[in-house]
């Protein structure tokens, strides 16, 4: 494309060089002979290829036809490239560089006319008229394209904050609903909870109430679960089919340290307690999300360290790097802090993070190992 743009300046300063191809009359050649023009033809039209980069190309420009001037070789028509750079670096670049560049041009306009015999006062206004009409019209052109990339901004933006309100819409209506089948799920397991407890009085004294209990657990239970299923369906965001693999835990630790993508090592001190299933999925996202945070955050050549402790009443797992995390800004918008504390809240624990004293980021999170009462 580039190539396209430079053509017609190339056709036309073909035009002196036919007749060094063809004939030299007495008197007709200009004052350059054929491989000079032909070098210095190439010397100011190559570097108008790099439009991508205007001020390079126009530098160049300028510089050759400087060397051109002090050397006392005549004006050709590849200086015509000054122009083609002047409109790129007014259309391309800022304001500032624009007037830079129309100084550079007004001077070499004086120096290709002051070579002339006889310059004069209107030879001079006529080609600054013509170099700042052409700079005005790269102005307007460059103004232009700034006005519609604005208004192309402004309407992705605009696109952006729709779909995050649809979205912000559509979770607000997804944990309404499950509000209210989490309400349904609490009032059948109560349900349950009482009718076991009148089978366990009523199973040697009256077998049939008994039997018609054990019955409506039963009944109970299924319904439970099917709201259960579509609690979850509820909270699902991706829109996919319910998933029954089993979710990660403790046994997962150790693959999840290995495929981090961050030289990492597990270590587990202290004596071992059974944990429910919830708690070994709170400790696998915590160190997942710990791990994350250390790959994006931590730079290059960063190191982590997973430690979890068994502590008496207590399991602490704690998940520190190396790495520049510390100088990196919070991110106000992200969930994987917010995250760690609601999962480590609802079971009574808590949970830190922040810079370590001497480089790096640690997350600091206790659980506690028996389940609460209370809780």
Not at 8 to 22: F, G, K, Q, R
Not at 188 to 216: C, F, W
Not at 315 to 324: A, I, S, Y
Request: with cysteine; aromatic share 6%.
């Amino acid at each position: 494309m580039d190539a396209l743009r430079v053509a017609p300046l190339a056709l036309l300063c073909l035009v002196p060089i036919v007749p060094y191809l063809t004939y030299a009359p007495e008197g007709s050649l200009p004052p350059l002979d054929a491989p000079v023009y032909t070098v210095l033809t190439l010397a100011l039209l190559l570097p108008l290829l790099w439009r991508h980069r205007p001020l390079t190309a126009f530098a160049v420009v300028s510089l050759v036809s400087f060397a051109q001037w002090a050397a006392q070789v005549e004006v050709v028509p590849a200086n015509l490239s000054v122009l083609v750079a002047l409109w790129a670096v007014v259309y391309q670049c800022a304001f500032r560089w624009a007037l830079a560049a129309l100084a550079v041009a007004e001077l070499g306009v004086f120096l290709a006319l002051e070579q002339w015999d006889t310059p004069t006062l209107g030879m001079f206004t006529t080609s600054t008229i013509f170099v700042m009409s052409l700079w005005l019209t790269g102005l307007y052109a460059s103004t232009r394209r700034r006005y519609l990339e604005g208004l192309e901004e402004r309407a992705e933006r605009a696109e952006r904050e729709r779909d995050h309100q649809a979205r912000m819409a559509a979770a607000a209506e997804r944990a309404r609903i499950a509000r209210e089948l989490h309400d349904v799920v609490a009032h059948n397991v109560s349900v349950m909870v009482v009718q076991a407890d009148g089978a366990g009085y009523a199973i040697d004294g009256d077998p049939e109430q008994a039997r018609l209990a054990v019955r409506t657990i039963s009944k109970t239970g299924r319904e439970a679960l099917a709201e259960m299923r579509r609690l979850v369906g509820v909270l699902r965001q991706d829109g996919g089919g319910t998933d029954y693999t089993p979710q990660p835990g403790l046994a997962q630790l150790d693959e999840l340290v290995r495929a981090s993508g961050v030289p990492a090592r597990l270590r587990v001190t202290g004596r071992r307690a059974e944990l429910t299933e919830g708690k070994q999925l709170a400790v696998y996202r915590i160190v997942q999300e710990a791990l994350t945070n250390a790959l994006k955050h931590g730079g290059p050549g960063v190191r982590a360290q997973v430690e979890l402790r068994y502590s008496g009443p207590e399991l602490v797992v704690r998940v520190t790097d190396d790495g520049r995390g510390a100088a990196a800004p919070v991110e106000t918008g992200g969930h994987g802090l917010v995250g760690m504390r609601e999962r480590v809240t609802m079971y009574g624990g808590a949970v830190t993070a922040g810079p370590r004293a001497g480089g790096g980021f640690e997350v600091l999170a206790r659980l506690p190992t028996a389940e609460s009462r209370a809780a």
